[in-house]
């Protein structure tokens, strides 16, 4: 595919997702059928779509329309291309451009500069203070890649050198001690051996520096009670060699666990939402519940605009009602842990005033990460009773 044929299959796919597709649906869709595209014409595509997603809004005002076509139009402006060497209407290529398109649309401003909702504006500035704006600015641009090196197999020296035999640079990033930033052929990491063989796993560095925060000791039980996929119980159990148990009140989030524990060496029991409730006491529950995800809408960035107040309120009831379920299950000198993704205090610190207005539980620490670390944004507070 030409330069211009990869952007006329993103304004197809963001026609579609505009319509009320879901992002990933939309891709995997064009990909089925365009059988002609090749890996690096799909991940061409794949990047000008996530591009126009997360700045979809200040794009479709450069480009002067709420559409495929505007939004890659916008794009482009944005990244200093002449619309006009790729809109030729020859091949694959989008169609000419219109005299009206040919001028230049309007420069965002405000929170379209922002490219932010303008209902949840005010409470994420509310939340973040004078970080607002940077935050909203890094949410605008690609996520980086960090993965955990596994230290029941490798070292973090070690794991750089193996990457580097695989033309896969890294570096350590300061918020863990696991923690490597691909700076170089991230895409190559799939296919790689250290992580085929378990010795490095995809992980934010700010979800590992969450669960470096967790007072795990050899001898614990410990529940992940909203565990998804198993990224945070698999770096529990590298962490100390304890009991680790795993649930989800969807068992198959974690349909590929069992294979990534025996790939990491770990040890993992899986239990189903009716074994739960007798499963415990537990000397430590974590409860990464579902959230906004607006930490990390750069990765999902159609989460942001998906998003609304509605989906807001009825987020907050089920992570109010997830800590009360799991607070029976913590041991009486126990900890209970609250994570989420979220930049928003209405899913975080007002989350965890209001459940200990109402309990004998009491917060012993509340720590918060922003893409200003350099990192995804995430959330986590430490109880006690």
């Known amino acids: 595919m030409t330069p211009a044929a990869r952007l006329s299959a993103a304004i197809e796919i963001l026609d579609h997702i505009l319509d009320g597709d879901a992002a990933e649906k939309a891709l995997t869709n064009w990909a089925r059928g365009s059988r002609y595209a090749g890996s690096k014409d799909r991940a061409a595509v794949r990047d000008h779509v996530f591009s126009a997603l997360r700045c979809k809004r200040s794009f479709a005002a450069l480009g002067g329309a709420q559409t495929g076509r505007g939004i890659v139009l916008g794009l482009l402006r944005a990244q200093g291309v002449e619309p006009e060497e790729m809109f030729t209407g020859v091949g694959h290529a989008p169609t000419p451009l219109t005299a009206e398109e040919l001028m230049q649309g309007d420069t965002p401003e405000g929170n379209a500069a922002l490219d932010i909702p303008d209902w949840i504006a005010p409470q994420l500035a509310a939340s973040l203070g004078d970080d607002f704006a940077p935050v909203c600015h890094a949410l605008q641009k690609r996520a980086p890649v960090f993965l955990r090196v596994n230290t029941l197999k490798t070292n973090l020296k070690q794991a750089t050198i193996d990457l580097a035999e695989e033309n896969i640079q890294t570096t350590p990033h300061p918020l863990s ?209």
């Open 177 to 385: 001690p696991t923690a490597l930033e691909v700076t170089e052929n991230p895409r190559r990491v799939h296919l790689s051996a250290p992580y085929n063989d378990g010795r490095v796993e995809l992980q934010d560095a700010a979800s590992q520096a969450v669960v470096d925060l967790l007072p795990l000791r050899h001898d614990m039980r410990v529940l992940d009670y909203c565990a998804g996929g198993g990224g945070k119980v698999l770096a529990m159990a590298v962490r100390a060699p304890a009991s680790y148990f795993a649930h989800d009140a969807n068992p198959q989030r974690m349909k590929d666990l069992p294979d990534r524990a025996e790939r990491a060496g770990a040890v993992v029991t899986l239990l189903e939402p009716e074994q739960v409730a007798d499963s415990g006491p537990y000397d430590l529950v974590l409860c990464d519940v579902p959230c906004s995800g607006s930490g990390a809408w750069r990765r999902s960035p159609a989460g942001k605009w998906e998003f609304t107040p509605e989906k807001l309120e009825q987020l907050r009831e089920i992570q109010a009602e997830i800590l009360t379920k799991a607070a029976v299950l913590v041991a009486p000198n126990g900890v209970l842990a609250y994570t989420t993704c979220s930049l928003l205090d209405a899913e975080n610190s007002e989350q965890i005033e209001a459940f200990t207005a109402d309990s004998d539980w009491k917060c012993t620490s509340q720590t918060r990460f922003t893409p200003m670390d350099g990192c995804d944004g995430f959330f986590c507070a430490l109880l006690t009773r």
